[in-house]
């Protein structure tokens, strides 16, 4: 079964701070999509990556950057020198790739809020 | 391109009344449709899915029920709302087979309903 753990409800940071929301996960597949998408206040989801289960470089994109470790099943986000409009919930999913008629199909996590201080 | 389409963005119903909520998805053929709900705590839990026209796969039991009449139409129905019913639902959307957006979801503005 299918299964996003982000054992962190609630975090707060002083603007600057860097921050690392955790991600585990659990699936029998082989191949899979790990997902982060930030949900502001307004309540819309964003997507913020994609990450397939081949590919583990790291990634960076501006303040965001993700470490996927396969071994440890974990798909964690930094966010670095954070800023108050990065205030949000925060949710880490995984999607199924080899089932079509599902394909697409996110399992969530119960979500991290995220609070930057000014 | 694609977009999705999802009403109304906020919803105050009385308990005992009905519900539709409505999606629809332009700029592709045949995509898999999802309703989801975010209750109080944040977490989001997939309600329904379709893979077509008439095809509705429930993953929870509630008091909810979902049609899809058309190809790109996903409606969200109740005939009587519960207080338990009151969340946050998000329609989505997704291509079956794909190569080009990777299992990605594409999800609606939401609709923020209230059950009093």
């Known amino acids: 079964a299918q299964k996003v753990t982000q054992a962190q409800t609630e975090i707060s940071v002083v603007e600057k701070e860097d921050v690392t929301l955790d991600c585990v996960y659990e699936t029998r597949d082989t191949t899979y999509y790990l997902f982060w998408y930030k949900q502001p206040p307004s309540g819309e989801l964003v997507f913020l990556i994609r990450r397939n289960s081949f590919d583990e470089q790291n990634e960076i994109s501006g303040r965001y950057s993700w470490n996927f470790q396969k071994s440890t099943s974990s798909f964690n986000f930094t966010i670095t020198a954070s800023q108050v409009v990065d205030s949000a919930v925060y949710f880490c999913a995984l999607s199924e790739a080899n089932r079509g008629s599902t394909l697409g199909r996110l399992y969530f996590g119960r979500g991290t809020q995220l609070t930057v201080w000014p | 391109s694609q977009t999705i389409h999802q009403w109304p963005a906020t919803l105050v119903q009385p308990v005992g009344s009905p519900l539709s909520l409505e999606c629809t998805v332009e700029g592709t053929s045949n995509p898999n449709l999802y309703w989801y709900r975010q209750a109080a705590g944040r977490g989001l839990q997939l309600l329904f899915y379709s893979v077509g026209i008439g095809q509705i796969s429930s993953e929870v039991p509630q008091n909810l029920s979902a049609s899809r009449p058309q190809d790109r139409q996903f409606i969200l129905s109740s005939k009587k709302l519960l207080l338990s019913d009151s969340g946050f639902y998000l329609c989505?959307?997704?291509?079956?087979?794909?190569?080009?957006?990777?299992?990605?979801?594409?999800f609606g503005q939401g609709t923020r309903l209230t059950v009093v």
């Open positions: 989505a959307w997704s291509v079956p087979y794909d190569a080009k957006y990777k299992a990605e979801a594409f």
